[in-house]
DNA sequence: TTAATTTTGTAACCAAGGCTACATTTGCGT
DNA sequence: ACGCAAATGTAGCCTTGGTTACAAAATTAA
């Protein structure tokens, strides 16, 4: 099969590059991913904060299902980005950035959980896709399953 | 703060390990990233196979929006997954395995974007969310969402 | 107080997914 | 048939997120 469906030569340079749609919506999506972790690991720190009365490494570590040298390599770049303070040996904190971020998440997934379980979907199924959905869920969509949510 | 939380020598013997049940939801979240470029990748063949009559790495590149060294890396390992059939310099075509992958994901794909335009979101926001909410739509979700669609 | 255990930290490795820079192959057009 | 641009491949680097193995600090218990 020959190469001949791109015109190489022909290309109006006034569109310099067809930007295909497509690949934004890829890039927005591999950009989500960063704030995934963030997202997770502020929460985390949340809830054992509230449950346990501090933040640990171990405790972090067995929340998330990964070792303490992943927990204590992310939380330096937590650090870095201003939503976690550490000092060695010590108990995690949340800066009132990653307080902020840890509401926003916490409000987020109960309502996704709570959207997917009124759709008849199981509470362990609605718990487990939230985990992954809810870092997708643009406030548009947010707020249409909210809406959903009220209209019982 | 002292530690005192935590039993460490008390701790029956008979559970190992809490599995802290959480852990399992984000482990389960993060192997799904395995897949998902895996979905991405064959369901971008498929449509350039349709439209273009084949994939060619520069095409895939585009539109994923990654260079095509990145597709090319890629490409290596769906060949050692299965997935893929590659030759040097030659187009890119779908295994057996490949092919259904990319099916199952179209179809997903749409159900996801109908079903998040069922409920009053733009297309824009529906394509964009559903390309990072697809990948973590379990089948008994994925059901759900059908059932609502045909509810009207 | 001292010894043992847990917790935390650090070093070094791996794979995935990005990138730039450079080399090679293809194939189009003259 | 030959040259040049586009496509493809390769080398090498970065970051993230995971690991194991080992070292040091802190807490607990004797």
């Given amino acids: 099969m020959p190469r001949s469906r791109k015109q190489p030569l022909t290309t109006p340079p006034a569109e310099v590059r067809p930007p295909a749609q497509q690949?934004?919506?890829f890039r927005r999506s591999r950009c989500d991913r960063a704030l995934e972790v963030a997202q997770d690991y502020v929460e985390a720190?949340?809830?054992l904060t509230a449950?346990?009365?501090e933040a640990?490494?171990?405790d972090l570590a067995r929340q998330m299902g990964v070792t303490h040298?992943?927990?204590n390599?992310?939380?330096?770049?937590l650090k870095r980005a201003g939503f976690v303070n550490t000092k060695p040996y010590r108990a995690i904190f949340l800066t009132?950035?990653?307080h902020?971020?840890?509401d926003e998440c916490r409000q987020r997934h109960k309502t996704v959980v709570a959207f997917l379980h009124s759709l008849g979907i199981s509470e362990r199924t609605a718990e487990l896709d939230a985990e992954g959905i809810e870092h997708h869920v643009s406030p548009e969509t947010l707020a249409a399953f909210e809406r959903r949510l009220k209209q019982h």
């Fill in 23 to 25: 690949a934004e919506n």
């Fill in 100 to 102: 902020q971020l840890a």
């Fill in 96 to 98: 009132r950035a990653g």
């Fill in 45 to 47: 720190i949340a809830d």
């Fill in 51 to 53: 449950t346990l009365g």
């Fill in 56 to 58: 640990r490494v171990v």
């Fill in 73 to 77: 390599r992310t939380l330096a770049r």
């Fill in 69 to 71: 040298v992943t927990v």
